[in-house]
């Protein structure tokens, strides 16, 4: 075989040329990242419907909580959109784009809201729109509720234009709570009173305070307050007691019968020694106004304080208007008539304010706008 044959049999074995174009190295690189971002976008997506529909249930740690609110606040844009608090901007309902000529849809507004945990569940601050606003987030708080996994969701307005909702885990005033006297005595004047809505411990501060009244219709633990705060006063030797108790003819029988000895003057229904007891009240507060302008230069009993030789005393009124009607527990012919207010005030002195509740009479002489001290 010569030479030039075999030249021609490689020459028609070889392939066909083709048109070769150089593409730029950044063409698979976009390649690629569109490929991952699109990816992404479906992963995120997805995770985003999968947490919106299955969140996590009622937390008890703190990570568990701010999860909780995290989920909360991933899907409010949703819970806006269905609730029907969204603003539709009707100026932008005519809208067309420019190259196509196809209608808009009108632009939807959400309102901002911003979430943190609070001890019994959430905080929400949430900017007001336009036709969303109180009365707007009021009607759908139930269904916040459900939303969130909260028993239920307060609204309230805390600002021009922001609105403060709370949701709640569970409700500690709704639930009893149980009390042990321990026997120690009160620390800052402040006596216990129970939790608040978020399950804190709520207590009332004693000093410059005139009177406290306890209302509530029967059975609501007025007395069972009254005597936990006894039971927390009968530890300091700085705090003394007396109890007028409208309900029993004899103090020691009534709801107050086991702190009687801890009491330095007590009394039932009868209106005389009621009217008795206060009388020796209101001349022990004169004569306490005149001792600490001697011992102490001032007038003010809480500019030192309660002390052992200067106590604060404090009055129990249980059932009022037992005294201030003259209606006795007695039987039908024995009810008397005259009111203690009227006795004491034809004395030539203003009486300490009778009260359904605890009060503890000023040591200083000013005059509440009623004329009682």
Known sequence: MTLAKLRAGAASAAPPARLHLPVPVWVPVLEWAVIVGLVVMVARLGYGRWRRHRGPTAPDRDASMRRWV???????????????????????RHRVQWWSGRALPPVVFYPSARFEPAPNGLRCWLSTLPGVGLAEVIKRADHLANAWGCVRVDVTQDAPGRLLLCGHLSDPLGRPWTIAPDGR?????????????DGGQVYLPLGNLSGITIAGVPGTGKTSLQRWWLCQLAGHPAAQVAVLDGKVSDAADGDYGALAARCFATCGDELGDANQLLTQLYELMRARSGWLRANRGTAQFWDHGPAPDCPLILVVVDESHTYVTGASRKGPG???????????????????RVRHGLHHPKTDRRRHPDGHP
Do not use: K
Request: hydrophobic letters at 40%.
């Open 70 to 92: 995290a989920w909360v606040a991933r899907r409010w844009s949703w819970d806006a959109q269905n609730l029907g608090l969204v603003l539709i901007d009707d100026t932008t």
């Open 185 to 197: 005595p009160l620390e800052h004047w402040a006596l216990h009173v129970g939790v608040n809505e």
């Open 334 to 352: 024995d009810v008397r008539p005259e009111r203690v207010a009227p006795d004491q005030a034809g004395q030539g002195g203003p009486l300490p």
